[in-house]
C-alpha cells in the first residue's frame, strides 16, 4: 500500500512538473519545446521572418520556479490583458522567446525574480513611466522593457521580455533600437567581438 501511494504521488509530480525556461539552451528543437504544449502559430511581430508560437496555458512553463500567468479582466472577448509566452524560431529550431505582461504584480515579481537571478544588469535606463534593463549571459541576452500603462481603464505595469540567442544579432538590435544598447550591438558585430570578452560596460567606457 505504501509502494502504491510513493508511486501516485510520483506519477502526479510528474504530470504537474512544469518546464523551466531558465534551463534552455539555444538554439533548440522546435518539437522539444512546443510538444509539451499547445500553442497557435503566427509570424512574429518582430520580424517578420521568425514565427511566434504562442504557448495557450502559459503556467504549462516557469521561469526559474515562477509563473506568471494573470490577466486583467474584461467583458470584452477581443482585448490586450492577458499575460502570454511565446516562443521565437523557424520550423526546426526554436532561439529565444518572449514573455508579455499586462499585469503590475506579475510585472513586479519578474523584474525582481531576474534581478535576483541575474545579477547586476549590463545596462539599466529610464524610470518607473519607462525603464529597459538587459542583461548578458553566456549564450542568452535577456531584454526587459516595462513602464506605466493603462488597460481597460486600469492602472497597471506593463512588462515585456525577451530572451535571446547571442547570436541572434538582427533581432536583437532591432528589439534595442530606443536604447544605446544597439549601437553596442552594431560596434561589436563590425569589429568581430563576442558579448562573452566585449559586454557593454567594456565598450561603455572606450565610449566615455
Same mark, same amino acid.
Given at each position: 500500500? /505504501?509502494?502504491?501511494?510513493?508511486?501516485?504521488?510520483?506519477?502526479?509530480?510528474?504530470?504537474?512538473?512544469?518546464?523551466?525556461?531558465?534551463?534552455?539552451?539555444?538554439?533548440?528543437?522546435?518539437?522539444?519545446?512546443?510538444?509539451?504544449?499547445?500553442?497557435?502559430?503566427?509570424?512574429?511581430?518582430?520580424?517578420?521572418?521568425?514565427?511566434?508560437?504562442?504557448?495557450?496555458?502559459?503556467?504549462?512553463?516557469?521561469?526559474?520556479?515562477?509563473?506568471?500567468?494573470?490577466?486583467?479582466?474584461?467583458?470584452?472577448?477581443?482585448?490586450?490583458?492577458?499575460?502570454?509566452?511565446?516562443?521565437?524560431?523557424?520550423?526546426?529550431?526554436?532561439?529565444?522567446?518572449?514573455?508579455?505582461?499586462?499585469?503590475?504584480? =506579475?510585472?513586479?515579481?519578474?523584474?525582481?525574480?531576474?534581478?535576483?537571478?541575474?545579477?547586476?544588469?549590463?545596462?539599466?535606463?529610464?524610470? =518607473?513611466?519607462?525603464?529597459? $534593463?538587459?542583461?548578458?549571459?553566456?549564450?542568452? @541576452?535577456? $531584454? @526587459?522593457?516595462?513602464?506605466?500603462?493603462? $488597460?481597460?481603464?486600469?492602472?497597471?505595469?506593463?512588462?515585456? @521580455?525577451?530572451?535571446?540567442?547571442?547570436?541572434?544579432?538582427?533581432? $536583437?538590435?532591432?528589439?534595442?533600437?530606443?536604447?544605446?544598447?544597439? =549601437?553596442?550591438?552594431? /560596434?561589436?558585430?563590425?569589429?568581430?567581438?563576442?558579448?562573452?570578452?566585449?559586454?557593454?560596460?567594456?565598450?561603455?567606457?572606450?565610449?566615455?
Amino acid at each position: 500500500m /505504501f509502494i502504491l501511494l510513493i508511486i501516485s504521488l510520483f506519477i502526479s509530480s510528474c504530470s504537474t512538473a512544469k518546464e523551466d525556461l531558465s534551463t534552455i539552451l539555444f538554439p533548440v528543437k522546435k518539437e522539444k519545446i512546443v510538444s509539451v504544449a499547445d500553442y497557435t502559430e503566427k509570424k512574429s511581430i518582430l520580424d517578420e521572418k521568425l514565427t511566434a508560437y504562442q504557448v495557450k496555458d502559459m503556467n504549462t512553463f516557469s521561469l526559474y520556479g515562477q509563473t506568471f500567468a494573470n490577466e486583467i479582466g474584461s467583458s470584452s472577448e477581443a482585448y490586450a490583458g492577458k499575460n502570454y509566452l511565446e516562443f521565437l524560431g523557424d520550423s526546426k529550431e526554436i532561439n529565444g522567446y518572449k514573455i508579455h505582461l499586462y499585469t503590475q504584480k =506579475e510585472s513586479e515579481k519578474l523584474e525582481k525574480l531576474l534581478l535576483d537571478k541575474l545579477g547586476k544588469p549590463a545596462f539599466d535606463k529610464g524610470n =518607473e513611466t519607462e525603464r529597459n $534593463i538587459i542583461w548578458e549571459t553566456s549564450g542568452k @541576452l535577456y $531584454i @526587459l522593457n516595462s513602464g506605466n500603462a493603462e $488597460i481597460q481603464g486600469e492602472k497597471t505595469k506593463e512588462s515585456d @521580455l525577451l530572451c535571446l540567442n547571442t547570436n541572434f544579432t538582427t533581432l $536583437i538590435i532591432n528589439a534595442t533600437q530606443a536604447t544605446k544598447y544597439s =549601437e553596442y550591438l552594431k /560596434f561589436r558585430i563590425k569589429n568581430n567581438k563576442k558579448v562573452e570578452n566585449y559586454p557593454y560596460s567594456v565598450y561603455s567606457k572606450e565610449q566615455n
